[in-house]
């Protein structure tokens, strides 16, 4: 049983009760079923209990056999994590959830959402860019996002280090939804633990993933499309030629959506991506104005009608002690003299460096998505080749 086995049509109603929440939380969280998937059994079975109950003769038509659906507890475990941490669950056809996002082939048929759901109504629009951004990278993706926002339209991004921080600061008071690639109450990256906080108070947290899920690698390019299919366009500030941002305009393409760029430097290998989208028909991005200019007209925003609602109590507390970028590049340097080409365990790589997984974990995704290291089936590290 394969996800490409299955059609992306969606359903037509959402859940009515919570027990049909629990079995659609629990039918996404089964093994082997992703969103397609998903669709397919919905639409096939009716409802998502009949669909639950039809999953193991389906597992085992296909070949697998002693298949087990996630068991309830595994949901119950879920939610209470969601009420402790302030998270609502919006389903697909759910009066918050953002009629551009369903509108695309792979809609997520659940989000969890931290914060005020009212933003993701309104007009929205991405802006992503280079984690190691420069310092003019930086300056245009808060210009943007200020003038953006000013304009009415809630900046999207997926609050990684760069211009997705800087966008996210820019547009706190007028409206910025932040997707994460890990559970909702995940905080990733630390660094960004005060960012994250005032994002829930203040705008929208997004995630599909599991409560408590640590970002993977393999979870960014998912996270993507969801960050595209909110927004209107995409407009990416600063970008290498291989980029997760380079993903998330592909993302933005093949959903529609249109696609700009801010223009840099030819020998700036930062900036190689945003000219090859330039190249290939990208509008070219010099200030808000022309973001605006290359959208189709719309309706003036009502400002009155906008305005905060107070927030639930969120998050817990940001953690008290944050990592310089000394001793970030520091950490990352120690993890990487102690791997070479031969996988190593990771809980061994941990007992040699001697510190907490907490601390190690997060440095390991950093590393993953650089591409510096490798992670393979067991558990097993290496360097990239």
Not at 71 to 96: F, M, N, S, Y
Not at 163 to 186: E, K, N, R, W, Y
Not at 329 to 343: D, M, N, W
Not at 378 to 385: E, I, Q, R, W
Request: aromatic share 2%.
């Amino acid at each position: 049983m394969t996800e490409e086995q299955f059609s992306s049509t969606h359903p037509k109603l959402p859940p009515t009760t919570e027990e049909d929440r629990f079995s659609w939380l629990r039918l996404l969280r089964s093994r082997r079923v992703g969103v397609a998937t998903f669709h397919r059994l919905l639409n096939d079975h009716g409802t998502a209990q009949k669909a639950l109950e039809a999953l193991p003769d389906i597992a085992r038509a296909a070949g697998v056999e002693r298949y087990e659906v996630c068991p309830p507890g595994v949901i119950h475990a879920e939610l209470k994590a969601a009420k402790a941490a302030g998270a609502r669950l919006i389903c697909r056809g759910d009066e918050h959830y953002p009629q551009a996002l369903a509108d695309i082939a792979d809609a997520p048929p659940l989000l969890w959402a931290i914060g005020d759901p009212a933003l993701l109504s309104r007009p929205m629009l991405a802006l992503v860019g280079a984690r190691n951004a420069s310092s003019l990278g930086t300056r245009m993706a808060r210009s943007l996002a200020q003038e953006l926002g000013g304009e009415g339209y809630v900046v999207v991004s997926g609050l990684a280090r760069g211009v997705d921080t800087a966008a996210h600061l820019a547009a706190l008071d007028t409206g910025t939804v932040a997707v994460l690639a890990g559970g909702v109450d995940t905080i990733y990256p630390a660094e960004n633990a005060n960012l994250t906080h005032d994002i829930a108070r203040k705008g929208v947290i997004l995630s599909e993933q599991p409560m408590g899920m640590t970002p993977q690698a393999r979870h960014f390019p998912r996270r993507n499309r969801i960050i595209s299919g909110l927004a209107q366009a995409v407009v990416v500030v600063e970008a290498a030629a291989k980029s997760g941002s380079l993903i998330t305009a592909r993302d933005a393409l093949d959903q529609g959506r249109d696609v700009l760029a801010v223009p840099g430097h030819p020998f700036d290998a930062r900036a190689a991506g945003c000219n090859m989208l330039i190249r290939d028909g990208a509008q070219l991005v010099r200030n808000a104005a022309d973001v605006i200019a290359a959208l189709p007209a719309r309706a003036p925003v009502q400002r009155d009608l906008l305005a905060d609602l107070p927030a639930p109590e969120t998050l817990p507390p940001p953690p008290p002690q944050k990592r310089g970028l000394r001793e970030t590049a520091a950490l990352h340097q120690q993890i990487l003299s102690r791997l070479g080409p031969s996988p190593v365990a990771e809980d061994q790589l941990i007992r040699d460096l001697s510190l907490p997984a907490g601390r190690v974990g997060p440095m390991l995704v950093d590393l993953e998505i650089d591409g510096k290291i490798l992670r393979q089936p067991g558990g097993l590290l290496s360097l990239s080749k």
